[in-house]
T-cell receptor, first 114, second 112 residues
Framework: GAVVSQHPSRVICKSGTSVKIECRSL??????MFWYRQFPKQSLMLMAT?????????EQGVEKDKFLINHASLTLSTLTVTSAHPEDSSFYIC??????????FGPGTRLTVL | DAKTTQPPSMDCAEGRAANLPCNHS???????VYWYRQIHSQGPQYIIH???NNETNEMASLIITEDRKSSTLILPHATLRDTAVYYC?????????????FGTGTRLLVSP
């Protein structure tokens, strides 16, 4: 299967700071990338869908000004958590797909906000 | 998206077959059944998918009932590394831009 990477795998930051998470498709061009969030012992919840070169579509209840998504190329999407607070601590997972293949998931990024 | 229903947890002895059921009674004719699994603190991993015929790959087999209202994922010889949460999802195929809606899944525990 195709490979999707995320960086960093773990990040700890202070409350009020911003954190950027990168998602890369390593061996295919991803026209669409998805960002999920997962709290402990819960399922994955989709946050937003991004298509290369256009604005992301956010799910209901997800603040677009807090979770900034950029999908500037066919192999890279970034999620920036702005002014992070402890309640933003979670496991963030991206997935990537081209028009006609499956979604391939990254390994996830664990964010801890102190 | 059609909803799916899965048991919250199952146990399986190592080396035995693990049969994970999924109900999707509202599935539409052009929706496929997909299975993913998530090992603790990792991203989900694609396992298998099917429309109406039974499917098999190197990881598992998928049995879909004739009326397509339910399916079973079979891990023929479960190992300790198969301990994970298994998600059954229905979605349209050939639409890479379609979002996946994850339910609560089945937590499979494989024991020695």
């Amino acid at each position: 299967g195709a490979v999707v990477s995320q960086h960093p795998s773990r990040v700890i930051c202070k409350s009020g700071t911003s954190v950027k998470i990168e998602c890369r498709s390593l061996d295919f061009q991803a026209t669409t990338m998805f960002w999920y969030r997962q709290f402990p012992k819960q399922s994955l919840m989709l946050m937003a869908t991004s298509n290369e070169g256009s604005k992301a579509t956010y799910e209901q209840g997800v603040e677009k000004d807090k979770f900034l998504i950029n999908h500037a190329s066919l192999t890279l999407s970034t999620l920036t958590v702005t002014s992070a607070h402890p309640e933003d601590s979670s496991f963030y997972i991206c997935s990537a797909s081209s028009s006609y293949n499956e979604q391939f998931f990254g390994p996830g990024t664990r964010l801890t906000v102190l | 998206d059609a909803k799916t229903t899965q048991p919250p947890s199952m146990d399986c002895a190592e080396g035995r077959a693990a049969n994970l059921p999924c109900n999707h009674s509202t599935i539409s004719g052009n929706e496929y059944v997909y299975w993913y699994r998530q090992i603790h603190s990792q991203g989900p991993q694609y396992i298998i998918h099917g429309l109406k015929n039974n499917e098999t790959n190197e990881m598992a087999s998928l049995i879909i009932t004739e009326d397509r209202k339910s399916s079973t994922l079979i891990l023929p010889h479960a190992t300790l590394r198969d301990t994970a949460v298994y998600y059954c999802i229905v979605r349209l195929m050939n639409t890479g831009f379609q979002k996946l809606v994850f339910g609560t899944g089945t937590r499979l525990l494989v024991s020695p």
